[in-house]
């Protein structure tokens, strides 16, 4: 694809996704700087540019997870994770908007009934475009059995992109069985959208709450979760944490790749005392940048290790609980390890690293930040650790 061809991508819908990943890849580098100018904005906005999530619309990036069936691009989960981490060196915003809108459309897209996945996937009659979803399938809300559906009411948090979408999803207990969750996608118009966005981390990114008050949501509209999914190939095959498990840590190194490269840049005229040695010829800050980026490398390489291995096995059937829990614990470990070395350069960058317009606290906003997300929670290395313990045990009274 040549140069000019790429920076035209934006007005030409669909065209970087017929090279797969690596158009992918360049079209986003082909948009760098407009994507890099979106997160500035994105912070005073505490979302998304418009212009920007019709870019990211335009080249096809919202629906790599999507069934082809309805007009995604599926990609394996590790092209994927190439994908979201180059975005995510680029602009953390934009691709942590990307990383959601990718998650929930494929669940709406994979999980829900014939009828209700083609009610959401049907042409959009004013501009035939694809839908764009968000918020998350936790069970926060509370759905009372009617003929012929549920009727809903709760409040659910964290719905990044929730601006720019047209349908929301989230969960409630089945009224049948509480211990199961159902997940429901309804239209952004059945919802009361609640403005709770001001925090201290990836404040760019839109993440508001959304409001059910008795809403009706046909049993169409809703599955269940943790079920098999109804579409799709073998993406949609993999246990639902699985399906997620390759959004947050990829982010999380692309924005400490990043840390690493600004860090970097300011090394040659950043000094510690006045007077003193600048940064880049002090031996100290060479061996915390080795070590940085090391650790960076060695995160990276224990979660694609890990996916890459459940997904070689839902390839060819189920996937074994070790290697869903390798998966976890590999997603949790990449995560913190990103957050903490983005935490060990933001302190080489000294007071002017406070400043608003530095890059480095903002990197260090977003990683804390992203190493809250429920899916890397620490309590996931409790599960690997009960397994260790079991299978020492099995060892043990085998000797």
């Not at 957050?339 to 260090?364: E, W």
Request: a negative charge; charged letters at 20%.
């Amino acid at each position: 694809m040549s140069e000019h061809v790429l920076a035209a991508v934006s007005d030409v819908p669909d065209a970087s996704r017929s090279g797969g990943a690596a158009a992918l890849l360049a079209a986003i580098r082909a948009h760098r700087a407009e994507f890099e100018a979106a997160g500035q904005r994105a912070e005073d906005l505490r979302t998304l540019p418009p212009d920007t999530v019709a870019t990211l619309r335009a080249l096809g990036l919202f629906w790599l997870k999507t069934p082809a069936e309805f007009g995604g691009t599926p990609l394996t989960p590790l092209e994927f994770c190439d994908v979201l981490e180059e975005l995510a060196f680029i602009d953390v915003s934009t691709a942590w908007a990307m990383m959601i809108g990718n998650g929930c459309a494929g669940m709406a897209g994979g999980w829900l009934p014939d009828e209700g996945a083609h009610r959401v996937f049907g042409p959009d009659s004013a501009s035939g475009a694809l839908p764009l979803v968000a918020g998350q399938p936790q069970p926060r809300g509370v759905g009372r059995a009617v003929p012929g559906g549920f009727m809903v009411s709760g409040r659910w948090g964290f719905s990044s992109g929730i601006v720019h979408a047209g349908w929301v999803i989230g969960g409630f207990p089945a009224p049948d069985d509480p211990a199961a969750c159902l997940v429901f996608v309804v239209p952004k118009d059945d919802a009361e959208v609640v403005d709770t966005w001001h925090v201290a981390g990836l404040q760019g990114t839109g993440s508001l709450d959304f409001r059910l008050s008795d809403v009706f949501v046909p049993e169409s509209m809703t599955y269940v979760r943790g079920g098999p999914a109804v579409r799709g190939g073998a993406l949609f095959k993999q246990p639902g944490h699985l399906f997620v498990d390759n959004e947050v840590p990829p982010l999380a190194i692309g924005l400490a790749r990043r840390a690493l490269s600004d860090m970097a840049a300011l090394a040659e005229q950043t000094t510690r005392l006045p007077g003193g040695m600048a940064l880049a010829d002090r031996a100290a800050f060479h061996k915390d940048l080795g070590r940085a980026w090391t650790r960076v490398q060695a995160a990276r390489a224990v979660h694609r290790e890990a996916i890459a291995a459940a997904w070689a096995a839902t390839v060819v059937g189920a996937v074994p609980a070790p290697l869903l829990t390798a998966a976890t614990t590999a997603s949790v470990y990449a995560v913190e390890t990103c957050a903490d070395v983005v935490a060990d350069l933001f302190r080489y960058g000294g007071g002017r690293a406070l400043s608003l317009s530095s890059p480095l606290q903002r990197h260090l906003r977003d990683a804390v930040a992203a190493r809250q997300h429920v899916s890397v929670s620490e309590e996931h290395y409790e599960t690997a650790g009960r397994e260790f313990l079991q299978s020492w045990k099995a060892a043990a009274q085998v000797e």
